[in-house]
């Protein structure tokens, strides 16, 4: 097979430059605040339409190109840390005068560290393989036919999301490294830091000699502006959010154009009668004190009736600040020195993103994974067992994103499943399912390589 032929043949050599016919100059989209609804429309469809050409240009380049891209980026960020944190401190401070939960709060807020972890999963990106132009599967047929399905860019991705700047860094990323162009949608919680952010990514995309406009926002526009987004069928090839339960919801109901759902955390650990105390403890602390505010931290604690652990963990537990929303079988095992409050029917539902627990009392395996049935959001489940049996049949009957045997369920994560970040974790089955990463933003095409062959 000659050159020519081959998946990563039209790419850009180092001495090309991308052109810039439709509103490529870097910063923030020159795009006045439009006062109508059809204004709204129009702008919103324009910049979509520029998001449709750079993905066309950035399907096209080679992995050194996108791999520059995403190092002129962690550089740029780097170089403006101190005005990405000015812009964050309006937004933590006006979030807490209006009385923002301390959940989202930590959410929102980007200090010194986590912009240089933003930076380092650029790094982190530019190292992974391009995941465009790989062979899924290929054959060649009796009639001499040669066949290849490859990943593709999926095109024009966009994410409506709230209160998580570094998700406007994450996505950007993992759109450029895959081949996409991003439309970002950061809602008004984070609007000076999302603003900043993009103004960044856009001079660094430019400098990089790739298209501005593969980073845009629709932060300008609003509500509406999100609204038409959601119907942009034909200009937005997938949409991702990222959110609460609210927020998810209302974009998979009111879309038309394709969406992959990122469902809430509703976190189950299972703690079997044969597992370790000193383990236990460690594992409880770290996946519900070590970022209480995410989406993979634990929200409720199963525990086998046998079970002789309990009080170490309820107890490392109260002495972290954790409080225990407990059933009364719970409640009679723990000692009357660690206290907790009675749990409702509620409780069980609530993904909390803040330190408190959910505790439950469980007789069987059986009885746990009945629990989680009911409950889960499909998110991460996690058992403790020493029991290998047990273990194959948590792993076999619980039907959720990500199953950990013996591990914190903190571990659901793009970054630190290798990934080098995600777009989010999908809780839904179909094209992507956990820890959204390069891949899951690519689809497949099929390429048929012949000598004159035709259909009998």
């Not at 998946?7 to 100059?25: K, L």
């Not at 324009?46 to 399907?59: F, P, Q, T, W």
């Not at 927020?247 to 759902?261: D, F, G, K, M, Y």
Request: some cysteine.
């Amino acid at each position: 097979m000659t050159e020519a032929l081959t998946p990563h043949a039209a790419v850009f050599s180092e001495g090309t430059e991308f052109s810039e016919d439709s509103s490529g100059h870097a910063g923030t989209p020159a795009v006045p605040k439009a006062g109508s609804a059809a204004d709204v429309e129009s702008a919103v469809h324009a910049i979509a339409d520029g998001s449709r050409l750079a993905a066309r240009r950035m399907a096209r380049a080679n992995r050194a190109w996108k791999d520059r891209g995403l190092r002129a980026i962690g550089a740029a960020l780097l170089e403006h840390k101190n005005q990405i944190l000015a812009a964050n401190a309006k937004d933590v401070a006006a979030g807490r005068a209006n009385g923002t939960t301390a959940a989202l709060l930590d959410r929102l807020t980007l200090t010194g560290s986590r912009i240089e972890a933003l930076a380092a999963a650029m790094e982190n990106l530019a190292a992974l393989p391009d995941p465009v132009g790989n062979v899924v599967r290929g054959q060649t047929l009796p009639n001499g036919l040669r066949l290849r399905q490859i990943n593709v860019p999926m095109g024009v991705v966009a994410a409506i999301y709230e209160a998580r700047p570094n998700v406007t860094v994450d996505i950007a990323g993992l759109a450029l490294k895959s081949g996409n162009a991003v439309i970002l949608r950061g809602g008004s919680a984070a609007a000076a830091t999302n603003a900043a952010l993009v103004t960044i990514l856009r001079d660094a995309l430019e400098t990089a000699g790739l298209p501005a406009d593969a980073v845009q926002t629709i932060d300008q526009y609003g509500r509406e502006g999100a609204n038409v987004l959601m119907r942009a069928r034909g200009r937005v090839d997938v949409l991702i959010p990222r959110g609460g339960r609210e927020l998810i919801q209302s974009v998979v109901t009111n879309a038309s154009v394709p969406v992959i759902e990122t469902g809430e955390g509703n976190v189950h650990i299972y703690l079997d009668a044969s597992a370790n105390e000193e383990m236990a403890v460690e594992i409880l602390l770290n996946a519900k004190t070590q970022r209480p505010s995410v989406c993979n931290t634990v929200e409720t604690l199963l525990v086998h009736s046998s079970s002789t652990v309990l009080p170490a963990v309820a107890a490392a537990l109260r002495a972290a600040g954790v409080t225990l929303h407990t059933d009364a079988r719970v409640r009679a095992a723990l000692p009357a020195s660690i206290e907790s409050v009675p749990a409702t029917e509620e409780d069980w539902a609530t993904e909390y993103m803040d330190l408190d627990l959910a505790v439950a009392m469980v007789d069987s395996l059986d009885d746990a994974v009945k629990h989680i049935r009911t409950w889960s959001t499909g998110h991460t489940e996690a058992i403790l067992t020493n029991d290998l049996a047990n273990a194959e049949r948590f792993i076999a009957e619980v039907d959720s994103a990500a199953v950990i045997v013996n591990a914190s369920t903190r571990f659901t994560d793009g970054g630190e499943l290798g990934l080098g970040a995600e777009v989010g974790i999908s809780t839904q089955k179909l094209h992507a399912r956990g820890p959204m990463g390069l891949t899951e933003l690519t689809t497949t095409k099929w390429i048929v390589q012949g000598e004159g062959q035709i259909r009998g």
